[in-house]
């Protein structure tokens, strides 16, 4: 089996050796160079090129931005953003997705074991999802260190049908890679007075509330990062807030998220699977599933436990998605009730019951 080459820019001695520690502490993942800035980079890919490049944003002589740009109109290769992600700085960050990037991620919390450890999962998975979005095969077995949780560790598994005395639509979305642009388009076609939506992006904490902004600018609807306690009503979309778990709870009537921590879930935090099955337990019948974009299985068993309670489950098809992962495994399992690219899933959406 080939191994995944990666180049690693970043301007930090310390954050080069660490993400390349990380890295290669997977078997399937071969780390072919590092350089202090992209004009070092470049020199590096001249000598071979990689099949993924971790790229920092800000770093002398030339910002990675400015690179992400030039290296996508002259030699295209999937870049995994790494980024310190303050508040201030996700704007930034947030336009490299726009201009190429495959995935973003927080760079490791140094001298932490446990933020280590879940750095190592998370910066592994991100690398193996940016090589699989290429047109060409390579294998994305996962390589298990930490045991891999289920939703088990943060909401228990429901034990009897959800409550059903409200007839409220209630739409509850999965996305991983390739999600931040299907989930703009999903979102933009929306009327403003659509079903309540609560989302789950796999993406880093701060970063979720400058897409979750971005997209509020663009849609008809209410789009803001979730935070606790927040009411789950027509023409708003709540977004999980990156590096926690959002699940949707219910009192009488009224929706609403609860918003907090816990340990990543299917490798993931917000996990899928935890929102689908708090929707499993809370909405039942009244719950519209959609599975978009993203590699890995987080959400697959999530939505049939969502399909068992009697929601009505939407994959999006393997011709629209960057990476045919999460949906494919959803399908598998037969928890999926239609199959259609992803234009087709907000007329779904408007139109079900």
Known sequence: MNKI????????????????????????????????????????????VPDVITLDVEMPRMDGITFLQKLMSQHPIPVVMCSSLTENGSETT??????????????????????????????????KAAAKAKPRH???????????????????????RAMVQTTEKIVIVGASTGGT??????????PEDAPGIVIVQHMPEN?????????????????????????????????????????LKRSGARYYVEVKDGPLVSRHRPSVDVLFRSAARYAGKNAIGVIMTGMGDDGAKGMLEMKEAGAYNIAQDEATCVVFGMPKEA????????????EEIARLVVNYG
């Open 138 to 160: 390579i294998s994305t077995k996962p390589f298990h260190v930490a045991p891999k949780l289920t939703a088990d560790a943060v909401i228990a598994k429901p034990t009897s």
């Open 181 to 190: 642009e299907a989930l703009r388009e999903f979102l933009m076609v929306l």
């Open 94 to 127: 947030f336009k490299a997705l726009e201009y190429g990037a495959v995935d973003i991620i927080q760079k490791p919390k140094l001298g932490v074991k446990q933020f280590l450890e879940e750095s190592r999962i998370i910066i592994c998975d991100a690398v």
């Open 331 to 342: 399908i598998k399992i037969n928890a999926v009730d239609k199959v259609v690219p992803l």
């Open 207 to 247: 970063f979720t509330r400058a897409f979750a902004n971005r997209l509020d600018s663009l849609c008809r609807v209410s789009v803001k990062e979730a935070e606790n306690d927040d009411t789950v009503i027509r023409g708003r979309a709540l977004i999980a807030p990156g590096n926690k778990h959002t699940l």
């Open 5 to 48: 080459k990666v180049l690693i820019v970043d301007d930090s001695a310390v954050v080069r050796q660490t993400i390349k520690d990380l890295l290669s502490s997977d078997p399937q993942i071969e780390v072919i160079g590092v350089a202090g800035d992209p004009f070092v980079a470049v020199e590096r890919i001249r000598e071979m």
